[in-house]
C-alpha cells in the first residue's frame, strides 16, 4: 500500500491510499472519516483490515488525484525523527570523520524543521556552508521497544524518503553541536509517499534501493542500504534499546552522500521505487538584529 497527505497548512491535510492503481481519500472509506494519523494505518492488523475494506467498497468510491509534488509531509504531528549518522563510508569521508564502531552515530531533531514537498529550503544566517542529504526513512508501524535485529521487520510500518539538511560548517566546528545544526526550520522533508513494508518481498528488496542526492538535475552521490555500516535491522535494534518508540516514529538511516547547497539550487531526495521530494534553495529571510538570534560560536567544548 502507497499512502500520501494531501491539502495545504491552509485547506488542512487529509490522507489518500492507492489501492490497485487507483487512490483514494481515506476520508471518504466507510469506517474511516475520523482518521487523521498516518500512523494508525500501518499496524499489520489495522493495515490488513484497512486494504479489506478497499477491497469491499472501492468500486463504489471516487478516485482521486493526489499531487505528490505538492505533498504536506508524512509524519504525524509529535512523532520523534531519529537520525543515523556517518552510516555510509564516502559521507564519513567527506566529512573527514571515522565512522562510529559498535552503533551509528545519532541525534534526534525537532518536528519544527519539517517541510512539504516543493516548499523552499531557507538558508539560515547562522550558517556558511549547508548540505542537503538523501536517505530513505523507516517509519515505526507498531509501538515498540528492545526490539531483535530478526524481528525488526514487523515493528516498521513503511518506508519513505528523506531529505535531511546540515549546517556542515557548524559539526565541522565541533561534532556535538549536531542537533543544533540540523534543527533550523524547514531542514527536514519526509515523504512525499509512504510505501508499507509488505511491498517489498524481502530484505534483498530493501537493500537493493537506490538513494540519489540529486542537486540542479546531476547526482552527486547515490548508493543503497546494502552499502550502510549498521543494515536497517541493527538500526531498529539500535534506536529501540532502552527507549520505547511510538508508532510514526521516523528512523533516517543515513545518505550516500551530501550536496553543498546555494540559494537557487533545486535539490533532490530520491529514492527508487518510493519517492522523490524536490526542493528548492532560498537565503532567509532578513529580520530586524534585535530579532536576529546569535550566530554560531565555537565555546571548544
Not at 517489498?200 to 530493501?206: A, K, Q, V, Y
Not at 552499502?227 to 538511516?253: H, P, Q, W
Not at 522523490?276 to 565555537?298: G, K, M, N
Request: overall charge negative; charged content about 25%.
Amino acid at each position: 500500500m502507497r499512502i500520501t497527505r494531501t491539502g495545504t497548512s491552509a485547506t488542512g491535510h487529509g490522507i489518500a491510499v492507492h489501492h490497485r492503481d487507483r487512490w483514494f481519500n481515506l476520508s471518504d472509506v466507510p469506517g474511516y472519516a475520523d482518521t487523521t494519523r498516518i500512523s494508525d494505518l500501518l499496524g499489520e492488523t489495522h493495515r490488513r483490515e484497512l486494504t479489506g475494506v478497499l477491497e469491499r467498497h472501492a468500486a463504489a468510491l471516487t478516485p482521486v488525484r493526489p499531487d505528490p509534488g505538492l505533498a504536506p509531509t508524512v509524519v504525524d504531528p509529535g512523532a520523534d525523527i531519529w537520525g543515523a549518522g556517518l552510516n555510509y563510508r564516502r559521507h564519513s569521508q567527506d566529512l573527514q570523520s571515522e565512522q562510529p564502531r559498535s552503533g551509528p552515530g545519532s541525534y534526534l531533531r525537532p518536528a519544527g524543521c519539517l517541510i512539504g514537498n516543493g516548499d523552499h529550503i531557507d538558508l539560515p544566517s547562522q550558517s556558511r556552508r549547508v548540505t542537503a542529504e538523501a536517505e530513505l526513512g523507516l517509519v515505526i508501524g507498531t509501538t515498540c521497544k528492545n526490539v531483535e535485529r530478526a524481528e525488526w521487520r514487523s515493528v516498521v510500518g513503511g518506508v519513505t524518503a528523506v531529505l535531511d539538511m546540515t549546517a556542515e560548517d557548524v559539526i565541522r566546528e565541533n561534532p556535538r553541536h549536531i542537533p543544533w545544526a540540523k534543527g533550523f526550520d524547514t531542514f527536514c522533508s519526509v515523504g512525499p509517499v509512504l510505501v508499507t513494508l509488505d511491498e517489498f518481498g524481502d530484505d534483498d528488496d530493501l537493500t537493493a534501493l537506490r538513494i540519489a542526492t540529486v542537486r540542479n538535475g546531476e547526482t552527486i552521490a547515490a548508493a543503497t542500504p546494502a552499502d550502510m555500516k549498521f543494515g536497517l535491522d541493527r538500526l531498529v535494534e539500535y534506536f529501540s534499546a532502552g527507549r520505547t518508540l511510538e508508532a510514526g516514529t521516523v528512523i533516517c538511516t543515513g545518505t550516500p552522500g551530501a550536496a553543498v547547497i546555494h540559494a537557487g539550487d533545486t535539490v533532490q531526495a530520491v529514492v527508487q521505487d518510493v519517492g522523490t521530494l524536490t526542493h528548492p534553495v532560498r537565503q532567509q529571510a532578513a529580520v530586524r538584529h534585535e530579532e536576529r538570534p546569535p550566530a554560531f560560536r565555537s565555546e571548544g567544548g
